[in-house]
């Protein structure tokens, strides 16, 4: 059971140079379950996600389309990144903007505290920079172009090619935090999740850190440093603070307090940014690290990492327009192992929803329902004596809600929803074994009928409730047929078995509708 202790989850902050695609909704779906969950359960949850709306790239896509990049950046907001809450049904707490002013005053609150105490200097810097991370590429990190791009090197995660640059920039001295960050990482195993992530980071940081350059001045477009005018942030150092300005750093230290420190998702290809510099830059200014950082596979289409500059980039609605908002968070968060790469398919997605969603739980709603009105004129009977079937369902209701709360805690959403998948399969089973049609039919049976009823709608109450941060909409729909009290979202899930209702039942429309492919 939970202590009522504080719980952040962030997703990053995401670039506005173009629409989201579904990997970007893949790590917003899995932030917001997490937060869902851990509201149910008691926790002072807050939930943050939002815009990084600085940097070269940035400017260059405002450019290339003629307009600010402020104009760009609205644009894409409004448009696109706004929209994409509803489209999967988020429940963010907050959506901060790095072009906000409470975030780029605290930017240099936090930055002028570190040039203060010594942390950052004045150097010179030369090396391979890719415009896309928005990072200078070391040797290890670049290819050999290929065809437009022969003879050129090329970023291993853009394959465009990268742009020998030399600046006199300000630094800062990540170097002097390498043996804190590995101090860290052995004292808190957990810090870095998964274990294939903890190690490449910790390989990392002992083959040596360098400083970082924390400046640019050759454009304009990001938070001036407060020192020096004719430099701007650079926008990795600037987007990272996006975790600490939006929940008071710099102005509001009661509510810094209360919230920080928090739990981070992010994919794995911006890790050491979030594993290494930012706990870095944190140590430098006295503050909290985070309290994990969870990095998380890639969606992969056709074998390669969604992209759009790959044309296999897949908006949301693609997806949600057809099959909705809760086939989506559950697909994803169920056929992918959190913390590995995952392969999306649109076969896999119908396959899934036919024989999961539609045949396996909506299909258990509708029969339990239809039999309550059809044999009990929809008054939830009660139940009489228990047989060991009876009892093993009610077993089963206690042990998925304490499993995976479990799982939850250790970021396995995947595994959340297996354990409480468990119950969805045994009360299918137990309807088969049972049969209430044929126990319907003899009047001597009917105290058994009502037994096996009253425990099948139960175990579809227990399930609305675990299944309510994953499947938000379909479960509230259920929850008003089976005349839950209140609204699902609120009834504590670390209790779920212990849900009360009106006692009556009224009819259920399809959770799940058929779909039909052009195959079918």
């Known amino acids: 059971m939970s202590d009522g202790s504080s719980f952040f989850v962030t997703t990053p ?35 943050l996600t939002g815009t990084d709306e600085h940097g070269q790239k940035i400017l260059r896509t405002a ?50 505290h570190l040039y203060d105490t010594g942390y950052i200097y004045t150097g010179e810097y030369e090396g391979f920079y890719c415009v896309g991370c928005e990072e200078y590429k070391q040797p290890g990190d670049l290819l050999d172009g290929e065809g437009d791009y022969a003879g050129q090197k090329v970023c291993a995660i853009h394959s465009k090619p990268v742009e020998l640059l ?29 274990e294939s992530a903890r190690n490449e980071v910790m390989s990392f940081v002992r083959s040596g850190l360098d400083d970082l350059s924390i400046s640019r001045s050759s454009f304009d477009w990001g938070v001036k440093v407060p020192w020096d005018e004719t430099h701007v942030v650079y926008v990795w150092f600037d987007a990272l603070l996006n975790y600490v300005t939006a929940v008071g750093y710099g102005q509001d230290d009661a509510e810094f307090e209360r919230r920080w420190p928090a739990t981070h998702l992010v994919g794995k290809d911006i890790l050491r940014f979030h594993a290494v ?57 169920r056929a992918i192992h959190f913390g590995q790469d995952g392969s999306f398919s649109w076969e896999d997605l119908h396959a899934r929803y036919t024989s999961e969603l539609a045949n396996g739980f909506g299909n258990l709603a509708s029969r339990v329902i239809a039999m309550v009105n059809r044999y009990c004129d929809g008054v939830i009977p009660a139940a009489g004596d228990m047989t060991d079937a009876d009892a093993a369902i009610r077993a089963i209701e206690r042990t998925a809600t304490a499993t995976a709360s479990i799982a939850i ?34 009047p001597e049976k009917r105290e058994r009928l009502e037994t096996v009823l009253n425990t099948a709608v139960r175990g579809l109450g227990t399930l609305a409730v675990l299944l309510s941060p994953v499947l938000t909409k379909a479960t509230a729909t259920l929850w008003t047929a089976l005349g839950g009290d209140g609204v699902v979202q609120d ?30």
Do not use: C
């Open 277 to 333: 510099i930012w706990p870095a830059m944190l140590m430098a200014a006295g503050l909290q690290v985070p309290h994990r950082v969870f990095g998380h596979g890639w969606l992969l289409v056709g074998g390669e990492k969604m992209s759009k500059s790959k044309l296999t980039g897949i908006a949301p609605t693609q997806i949600t327009d057809t099959f909705g908002s809760d086939a989506f968070r559950y697909y994803f968060l």
């Open 166 to 194: 030399h600046e006199k920039n300000y630094f800062f001295k990540m170097s002097a935090f390498a043996e804190q960050l590995l101090a860290l990482y052995e004292e808190r195993p957990d810090f870095v999740q998964p």
């Open 491 to 520: 009834v504590r899930i670390d209790q779920a078995w212990e849900w009360t209702g009106s006692g009556t039942v009224t009819p259920l429309e399809a959770l799940f509708p058929r779909i039909e492919t052009s195959a079918e």
């Open 409 to 442: 805690d250790r970021l396995a959403i995947h595994e959340a929803i297996g354990t409480v998948w468990e119950l969805v399969d045994a009360l299918n089973g137990y309807i088969t074994e049972q049969e209430p049609w044929a126990l319907a039919k003899d």
């Open 63 to 112: 450019t290339a389309n003629g307009v600010t990049p402020q104009e760009w950046a609205d644009k894409l907001v409004e448009e696109a990144w706004k929209p994409l809450l509803e489209t999967i049904d988020l429940s963010n707490d907050d959506f901060i903007r790095t072009t906000e002013k409470r975030h780029e005053e605290n930017v240099q609150k936090f930055l002028q």
């Open 13 to 47: 902050i995401f670039y506005v140079n173009d629409v989201p695609h579904i990997g970007h909704a893949y790590t917003e779906v899995a932030a917001d379950v997490l937060a869902r969950w851990h509201r149910q359960r008691g926790d002072d949850t807050w939930f």
